[in-house]
């Protein structure tokens, strides 16, 4: 007796799927001709990458604010777009530098004889890199660190003090490019509002994620860019931390970012910002069987099999389903074979 088929509608990933015949009971032997498949598709052998595009925009990364610690008159600050390098002035107060040297510690407190710390350290690092030697570097503020500051603060035009003043230095990572002056010439500062905003200067792409969606972003995790101009570049995920964004009149919301570094950062040369798009590669599975997902048909007794096309008849064989990606679906079964023709809705 042939087996009574059961028709329904099940979702597999996403894909609405036709049921098919149960193994219980008799075999349900081969279809004759006339009951062949509408349409018929092959079993491949193929590595599938479980892949998503998310939009991310294509900048300088995160901005950083400079608030002015140094009081007295604004007489000079630089231009949007400008890169500053270590011991640079990035701004000018009563016509003097604020000076950007190389430090992952913010200064924090002025910098004196017999002070010790992790700033000191910086502070002697950046001195022994522009060329004013004449002490150990470590985290001891001793009398030959003073010597050398004030050589460092007369080729400055700084009073020859031997300490550094709250504001007098700005430490930042590296490069720094300004990317907004909110403080003006003629200005007062000194008690700490805001003189500039500023960022790296490496192309960092800044990806908003869904929290659902934070799988796709892990740390060293390799993606492919796409430019404005149809190029695409590969790219890496460097960080990847969480946001709280919080609107007038709703409920705040958690997200994910992800900043992506660019292999060759000069493919981005002339773009100064645009939105690009990202592919991200969460899963991949190499070696394996696959099927168009329509392929498959839901068993009376659970479970997924395929229909296999011999002849001019069919079989069903049961298979249990992998990875989904691309309209394809990895699938394993007893008998299941590359180059097996099964079927497929019309």
């Given amino acids: ?45 193929q590595t599938m990458h479980d892949v998503d595009e998310e939009p991310g925009d294509l900048g300088y990364g995160r901005t950083s604010t400079l608030s002015g610690r140094v009081p007295g008159v604004i007489t000079g600050t630089p231009l949007p777009g400008d890169v500053i390098e270590r011991g640079r002035p990035v701004y000018r107060v009563d016509d003097r530098p604020v000076v950007l040297l190389y430090g992952a510690v913010a200064a924090y407190r002025p910098l004196t004889p017999g002070v010790t710390g992790t700033d000191v350290r910086q502070l002697e690092e950046n001195l022994r890199v522009l060329g004013y030697g004449g002490f150990p570097v470590d985290t001891a503020y001793t009398a030959a660190t003073a010597t050398a500051v004030r050589r460092w603060q007369k080729d400055l035009g700084l009073p020859q003090t031997g300490e550094v003043d709250l504001g007098r230095v700005l430490f930042a990572a590296g490069a720094i490019r300004v990317d907004t002056v909110t403080a003006g010439v003629n200005e007062s500062t000194g008690g700490g509002q805001e003189v500039l905003r500023f960022t790296g200067t490496d192309r960092t792409v800044t990806v908003h994620l869904a929290v659902s969606k934070q799988r796709l972003a892990r740390p060293g995790v390799q993606v492919q860019v796409r430019l404005p101009d149809g190029r695409t570049v590969p790219g890496r995920v460097d960080r990847v931390y969480t946001v709280i964004e919080q609107a007038a009149d709703t409920p705040p919301q958690t997200r994910v970012e992800a900043l992506v570094s660019l292999a060759d950062p000069a493919a981005a040369a002339g773009i100064e910002a645009a939105v690009v798009e990202v592919t991200f590669t969460a899963a991949e599975r190499a070696d394996v069987l696959t099927v168009p997902v329509a392929a498959l048909v839901a068993l009376a007794e659970g479970g997924y099999g395929l229909e296999v096309v011999d002849g001019t008849g069919t079989r069903y064989i049961k298979v249990e389903p992998g990875l989904f990606a691309g309209g394809r679906v990895e699938v394993t079964g007893d008998g299941l074979t590359e180059g097996m023709t099964v079927g497929m809705p019309r």
């Fill in 1 to 45: 007796m042939r087996a009574v088929w059961v028709v329904a509608v099940v979702v597999v990933a996403g894909a609405a799927v036709a049921a098919a015949v149960g193994f219980g009971g008799d075999d349900p032997g081969p279809r004759t001709a006339t009951g062949l498949p509408p349409a018929t598709a092959q079993v491949t052998r």
